[in-house]
């Protein structure tokens, strides 16, 4: 199966199965916009509930916050969105389709790079386990041409976006040769710009309007708030503020399903470190980050950083965390050192001291942010993607199983009494009460056991508990495990455990 067929498989899965509907689907939906049905918002609420924890209940130094979505006009000017929250568009003019000028160039060296790739891959097949990748790809004439090629793409292409200069961009798609996917065409419009926040209105008309924006990132909720949560909090630096929430960004084109939405969830946070350590805190969360992904259980060959070469102006050091979806690496967080940037710029704007009095060293200073900013509905297409697995059983038969971490799945058992009688569905919902306040259970009656086994592994489920006659003799239940398949039998006592033990998130 090709990774096309295999991503459309996974977005067809989350539609049949109850995670992901198109938004008002009745109307035939609304441009990457989706709803969470009622598997994926027991998914998304456990994503969400696995990073709260991790960093703020593990740690003593973090602390939330739940700020509006709505905020002043004046914190978008602050945090230069108003002036540069751009992406450069450009249109074909035979296909009326519309692109993003960056991504047309960057789609352009990912085909270079697919290319060096394809020689790694020859160039191990040739050489067998005496193979050494980092002497190939160094040394070989083509690929080393190859990386080159990259190299001044990739330079000119942060020159032109740093300059702003619309007219090297589009000399830059000219010169490479770009065609449009749709219409083969090189017909291009000029390059604009287009700032990708959604702008409305507060007040009536009458009262006299106000232009106001939905946040386009939950990060600036958090600099706002940084001088109410520090004093409040008595917090002392180093430490941390995390936020999840909406934001809203009108992408010019989003595609890929939930990967580039206009209306998506942000978890971040951003911790306030002393001048100078600031390096050693970004490594410090560089690290800590993946481990939080890590602990899921997946592969590490799912992730690879992407070190940032080229800064935004304010940032010291950036790197993303990607992970493989089925089009490939890309990012799914960003950790950045953004300096002293938003905390100076709201205090300018806003006239108000936003500074920390150090006891330790007698200095009033403004922190220096270290920022981790994941996506969640990025997160939960990566579960998504990395779970659908489908199996051919010794029988001759296939199934679809989602392995989802089980600390993430939407249920954690199913309860299912062999059959619908015979005392067994009583039985059945005796245990099943024993154990709905600690965990999301799913009662099952209908149909025969191997179906409804194929149902919950479908969703993911990691445990399934069997009820039969011999439960009303010795309370001991048969417990199937989803992906091993394997039955034990063990006394219904030992459920909570057994389930406890099941979704406890791996040590790193
Ligand atoms: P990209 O380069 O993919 O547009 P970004 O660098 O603009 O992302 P950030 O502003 O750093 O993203 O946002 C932090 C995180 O928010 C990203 O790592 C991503 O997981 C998520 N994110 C950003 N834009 C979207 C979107 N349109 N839909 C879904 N998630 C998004």
């Given at each position: 199966?090709?990774?096309?067929?295999?991503?459309?498989?996974?977005?067809?899965?989350?539609?049949?199965?109850?995670?992901?509907?198109?938004?008002?689907?009745?109307?035939?939906?609304?441009?990457?916009?989706?709803?969470?049905?009622?598997?994926?918002?027991?998914?998304?609420?456990?994503?969400?509930?696995?990073?709260?924890?991790?960093?703020?209940?593990?740690?003593?130094?973090?602390?939330?916050?739940?700020?509006?979505?709505?905020?002043?006009?004046?914190?978008?000017?602050?945090?230069?969105?108003?002036?540069?929250?751009?992406?450069?568009?450009?249109?074909?003019?035979?296909?009326?389709?519309?692109?993003?000028?960056?991504v047309l160039v960057e789609d352009h060296i990912a085909k270079i790079e697919d290319k060096i790739n394809k020689e790694?891959?020859?160039?191990?097949?040739?050489?067998?386990?005496?193979?050494?990748?980092?002497?190939?790809?160094?040394?070989?004439?083509?690929?080393?041409?190859y990386?080159?090629e990259i190299?001044?793409i990739?330079?000119?292409?942060?020159?032109?976006?740093?300059?702003?200069?619309?007219?090297?961009?589009?000399?830059?798609?000219?010169?490479l040769g770009i065609v449009?996917p749709?219409?083969?065409?090189?017909?291009?419009?000029?390059?604009?710009?287009?700032?990708?926040?959604?702008?409305?209105?507060?007040?009536?008309?009458?009262?006299?309007?106000?232009?106001?924006?939905?946040?386009?990132?939950?990060?600036?909720?958090?600099?706002?708030?940084?001088?109410?949560?520090?004093?409040?909090?008595?917090?002392?630096?180093?430490?941390?503020?995390?936020?999840?929430?909406?934001?809203?960004?009108?992408?010019?084109?989003?595609?890929?399903?939930?990967?580039?939405?206009?209306?998506?969830?942000?978890?971040?946070?951003?911790?306030?470190?002393?001048?100078?350590?600031?390096?050693?805190?970004?490594?410090?969360?560089?690290?800590?980050?993946?481990?939080?992904?890590?602990?899921?259980?997946?592969?590490?060959?799912?992730?690879?950083?992407?070190?940032?070469?080229?800064?935004?102006?304010?940032?010291?050091?950036?790197?993303?965390?990607?992970?493989?979806?089925?089009f490939g690496?890309?990012?799914?967080?960003?950790?950045?050192?953004?300096?002293?940037?938003?905390?100076?710029?709201?205090?300018?704007?806003?006239?108000?001291?936003?500074?920390?009095?150090?006891?330790?060293?007698?200095?009033?200073?403004?922190?220096?942010?270290?920022?981790?900013?994941?996506?969640?509905?990025?997160?939960?297409?990566?579960?998504?993607?990395?779970?659908?697995?489908?199996?051919?059983?010794?029988?001759?038969?296939?199934?679809?199983?989602?392995?989802?971490?089980?600390?993430?799945?939407?249920?954690?058992?199913?309860?299912?009494?062999?059959?619908?009688?015979?005392?067994?569905?009583?039985?059945?919902?005796?245990?099943?009460?024993?154990?709905?306040?600690?965990?999301?259970?799913?009662?099952?009656?209908?149909?025969?056991?191997?179906?409804?086994?194929?149902?919950?592994?479908?969703?993911?489920?990691?445990?399934?508990?069997?009820?039969?006659?011999?439960?009303?003799?010795?309370?001991?239940?048969?417990?199937?495990?989803?992906?091993?398949?394997?039955?034990?039998?063990?006394?219904?006592?030992?459920?909570?455990?057994?389930?406890?033990?099941?979704?406890?998130?791996?040590?790193?």
């Amino acid at each position: 199966m090709n990774q096309e067929e295999f991503f459309k498989k996974i977005t067809s899965h989350a539609k049949e199965y109850g995670f992901v509907f198109p938004s008002s689907d009745i109307y035939d939906g609304l441009s990457a916009v989706y709803d969470y049905g009622q598997n994926g918002v027991e998914l998304k609420n456990n994503i969400r509930q696995y990073w709260w924890k991790a960093m703020v209940q593990m740690h003593e130094n973090i602390v939330g916050v739940d700020a509006a979505i709505f905020m002043h006009p004046t914190v978008w000017k602050a945090s230069g969105h108003v002036d540069a929250f751009n992406d450069p568009m450009i249109d074909n003019k035979d296909s009326k389709k519309r692109y993003r000028a960056d991504v047309l160039v960057e789609d352009h060296i990912a085909k270079i790079e697919d290319k060096i790739n394809k020689e790694v891959e020859k160039a191990k097949k040739r050489f067998g386990d005496a193979f050494d990748k980092e002497q190939f790809v160094s040394t070989n004439p083509r690929v080393v041409g190859y990386k080159q090629e990259i190299e001044t793409i990739s330079h000119c292409l942060y020159v032109a976006m740093e300059n702003n200069d619309l007219a090297d961009i589009k000399q830059l798609i000219e010169d490479l040769g770009i065609v449009c996917p749709i219409s083969g065409s090189r017909n291009w419009t000029d390059v604009r710009q287009f700032n990708l926040m959604f702008a409305t209105q507060m007040g009536s008309l009458a009262e006299g309007a106000n232009e106001i924006y939905l946040r386009p990132e939950t990060a600036q909720g958090i600099f706002v708030n940084y001088l109410n949560i520090q004093k409040t909090g008595r917090m002392k630096v180093p430490f941390g503020i995390a936020q999840t929430g909406k934001a809203f960004r009108n992408e010019i084109v989003a595609r890929q399903f939930i990967f580039r939405m206009r209306e998506f969830e942000q978890m971040e946070m951003q911790f306030f470190v002393r001048p100078g350590t600031e390096l050693e805190w970004f490594k410090h969360w560089k690290e800590e980050r993946l481990r939080w992904h890590l602990s899921l259980g997946i592969p590490a060959e799912k992730y690879r950083y992407h070190d940032h070469e080229k800064l935004a102006h304010y940032a010291n050091a950036a790197t993303d965390i990607e992970f493989e979806f089925p089009f490939g690496f890309k990012e799914l967080e960003g950790i950045h050192s953004r300096t002293d940037f938003d905390l100076s710029s709201h205090s300018k704007f806003s006239g108000k001291k936003l500074q920390y009095f150090d006891p330790e060293t007698n200095e009033s200073y403004i922190p220096y942010v270290i920022e981790t900013s994941i996506g969640l509905d990025r997160m939960f297409l990566a579960m998504l993607s990395h779970a659908y697995t489908e199996e051919k059983l010794e029988d001759g038969s296939e199934r679809v199983v989602m392995k989802f971490p089980a600390a993430l799945a939407p249920y954690k058992v199913a309860i299912l009494p062999l059959v619908k009688k015979d005392g067994l569905p009583e039985k059945a919902r005796e245990i099943m009460d024993q154990l709905t306040p600690d965990f999301m259970c799913q009662y099952e009656e209908k149909d025969s056991i191997g179906k409804r086994y194929r149902r919950q592994d479908a969703i993911g489920t990691p445990l399934c508990v069997t009820i039969d006659n011999q439960t009303l003799e010795d309370n001991t239940v048969t417990v199937r495990d989803r992906d091993t398949m394997e039955q034990i039998r063990v006394n219904a006592d030992e459920l909570y455990n057994i389930i406890r033990n099941k979704i406890a998130p791996k040590k790193i």
